[in-house]
């Protein structure tokens, strides 16, 4: 392999090696991943978060390469947020020299919504929530890949500046999960139901996951439990979303959280709906359920 290529593996598994331990502890994550000058910062960088939140962070977190091995990125979509970092260290395991942590809007470069509840893809909006993240996982995965990876030194500079409205708005959709989640750990009969859901996924009998689900989940289900069973490892509850109508959750692999699973569960109705996506393959799925839904609304219009 090219000196390049191998600096970009070592970047990479110093990325996913900060998101595995920073999702259990992210102090001594920092302090042997990070350099010490890049350690310094972080503390003044994340002092108003707890380590609650951070773990929440890292535990969402998609790993992201880049054409320029010295980069690459950690995404959260269901905080809009990133953490695009700078390792450097060859021939030893690169250490993390420069980082920014960045809202999804301000990396993308569009304006805030003038709703701070309103926050995309940390809160179910019109659409249905698959449909949330995927916007902003294709427009965030766009940007990086086209605008951010082949000017990556100049970019991150220019996003380390200090931006307490940045940092504000992080903040808020930090504070939003973290209710949610409490609301959550008060519910004794949904924890219950989540630990069951947890259980069907993880072992992917579809026998089981069509009695459990009944007709609500008949076009996902046989796809799922023919996944590469790595890939459906230690299945968990990350979102929760309670309401009058329905209780929505999302659920991934601890371990590859970008394989995601909505269940939602209605209050009156034993049908439980289940469906499944990749949100790396968020651009193609957005792109299939816009046709879809042109053509319905001409057909409306007729």
């Known amino acids: 392999m090219s000196p390049e290529t191998v600096q970009g593996t070592k970047v990479l598994l110093t990325a996913a090696?900060?998101?595995?331990?920073?999702?259990?502890?992210?102090?001594?994550a920092v302090k042997a991943l990070f350099s010490s000058r890049g350690e310094l910062r972080w503390q003044r960088v994340t002092s108003e978060f707890s380590e609650e939140q951070l773990n929440d962070f890292f535990l969402?977190?998609?790993?992201?390469?880049?054409?320029?091995?010295?980069?690459?990125?950690?995404?959260?979509?269901?905080w809009d947020t990133l953490l695009l970092l700078n390792s450097t260290g060859l021939p030893d395991v690169p250490k993390v020299d420069r980082f920014a942590?960045?809202?999804?809007?301000?990396?993308?470069?569009?304006?805030?919504?003038?709703?701070?509840?309103?926050?995309?893809?940390?809160?179910?909006?019109?659409?249905?929530?698959?449909?949330d993240l995927w916007n902003v996982c294709s427009r965030t995965k766009k940007h990086y890949e086209t605008l951010y990876a082949p000017k990556a030194a100049s970019e991150l500079s220019r996003f380390m500046v200090t931006d307490l409205k940045d940092i504000e708005q992080i903040q808020i959709r930090s504070a939003i999960r973290l209710r949610l989640l409490l609301k959550f750990m008060k519910n004794k009969p949904m924890q219950r139901e989540a630990q069951r859901?947890?259980?069907?996924?993880?072992a992917g009998n579809e026998e089981k996951m069509k009695k459990?689900?009944?007709?609500?989940?008949?076009?996902?289900?046989?796809q799922f439990v023919r996944l590469n069973p790595l890939?459906?490892?230690?299945y968990i509850p990350y979102c929760y979303f309670p309401g009058k109508d329905a209780t929505l959750f999302v659920f991934f692999n601890s371990e590859l959280p970008r394989i995601i699973a909505t269940v939602t569960i209605p209050s009156k109705s034993f049908t439980r709906i289940f469906e499944w996506y990749d949100l790396m393959a968020s651009e193609e799925l957005l792109t299939a359920w816009n046709s879809v839904k042109e053509v319905k609304e001409e057909k409306e219009n007729k």
């Not at 942590?101 to 698959?130: C, I, L, Q, W």
């Not at 859901?197 to 993880?202: F, H």
């Not at 459990?212 to 046989?222: E, L, M, Q, S, V």
């Not at 890939?231 to 230690?234: D, Y």
């Open 212 to 222: 459990y689900f009944k007709d609500g989940g008949a076009n996902f289900i046989p």
């Open 101 to 131: 942590f960045v809202s999804g809007h301000k990396f993308r470069g569009e304006p805030y919504a003038m709703n701070p509840e309103a926050v995309e893809g940390t809160v179910p909006d019109a659409n249905p929530y698959a449909v």
């Open 60 to 78: 969402g977190s998609i790993i992201m390469g880049s054409k320029n091995p010295d980069y690459s990125a950690l995404y959260n979509p269901f």
């Open 231 to 234: 890939l459906r490892q230690k």
């Open 17 to 28: 090696t900060l998101r595995d331990l920073a999702a259990r502890k992210s102090e001594s």
């Open 197 to 202: 859901i947890s259980r069907y996924l993880t």
